[in-house]
């Protein structure tokens, strides 16, 4: 079995402007998503630090692309022989601007939603883009779109997973159904959807896998 360990993380950047993202060779994946949604509590959770990406009960929080540098080693536990291969490698998370928050005004919101899109299409580095919804919530205008664009092949990347964020707020039943929603309207296969939540009675859950997930994509050369 393989597992990831996060060695060091940091902030590096906050761009405004996507015309001054980072210019580096390193992959990164995006963390896109309404705002509010939990993006920046679940990276927290993947790196282990409570207060690496601010959060906040006030919606619009994260306006800019936040860029995080993570160093990690990759352990793959051979039993048969008891063989240990470490694998070390590193790579960006870069928390995108939470979009479709209500107070922030029509045109800074469409720039926000083309920035986005521009980002998630051009940009080289990109290995993978996590879209985050809140279970409690139907998808939207925006997570159908860039759902259907992640699957259809129009954006860089094609590795693709859908958060659903903050499952303590749901019975087993009721998270159940909403799964099978979304794998309903949009075309999602099981393993494209990952439960997470970062506090409550189901704090840390989904966290690991979510953690593996990114830290493949990242360490992976395609
Ligand atoms: N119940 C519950 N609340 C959560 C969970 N994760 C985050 N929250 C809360 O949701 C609020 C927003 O969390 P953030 O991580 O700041 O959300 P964000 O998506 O980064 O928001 P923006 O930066 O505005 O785009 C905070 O009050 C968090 O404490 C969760 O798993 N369960
Ligand atoms: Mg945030």
Redesign the pocket.
């Known amino acids: 079995m393989q597992t990831y360990n996060i060695t060091n993380a940091t902030f590096i950047t906050s761009v405004f402007e996507i015309a001054k993202l980072p210019q580096t060779q390193l992959s990164e994946v995006a963390l896109v998503?309404?705002?509010?949604?939990?993006?920046?509590?679940?990276l927290n959770a993947i790196v282990g630090r409570n207060k690496l990406?601010?959060?906040?009960?006030?919606?619009?929080?994260?306006q800019s692309f936040n860029y995080f540098k993570i160093e990690f080693k990759s352990v793959l536990d051979q039993l048969e022989n008891c063989n240990q291969n470490l694998v070390k490698a590193e790579g960006h998370i870069v928390?995108l601007?939470?979009y479709g928050?209500a107070k922030v005004n029509a045109q800074m919101q469409k720039k926000w939603a083309e920035q986005i899109v521009h980002y998630l299409r051009e940009r080289q580095q990109l290995k993978g883009i996590c879209l985050?919804l809140d279970c409690r919530r139907q998808p939207e205008r925006e997570e159908i779109l860039i759902s259907q664009m992640c699957q259809d092949g129009s954006f860089h990347n094609s590795n693709f997973l859908l958060l659903l964020?903050?499952?303590?707020?749901l019975s087993n039943r009721e998270l159940a159904n909403a799964k099978n929603n979304l794998k309903k309207s949009l075309l999602l296969e099981d393993s494209q959807i990952l439960p997470?939540?970062?506090?409550?009675n189901?704090k840390f859950y989904g966290v690991e896998s979510a953690r593996k997930l990114l830290c493949s994509w990242l360490a992976s050369s395609r």
């Not at 998503?33 to 679940?42: A, F, H, I, M, T």
């Not at 990406?53 to 994260?62: H, I, L, V, W």
């Not at 964020?165 to 707020?169: F, G, P, Q, R, V």
């Open positions: 998503g309404r705002s509010n949604v939990g993006k920046s509590s679940l990406a601010k959060t906040s009960n006030t919606p619009g929080k994260t928390d601007p939470g928050y985050f964020t903050k499952i303590d707020k997470v939540s970062t506090v409550g189901k």
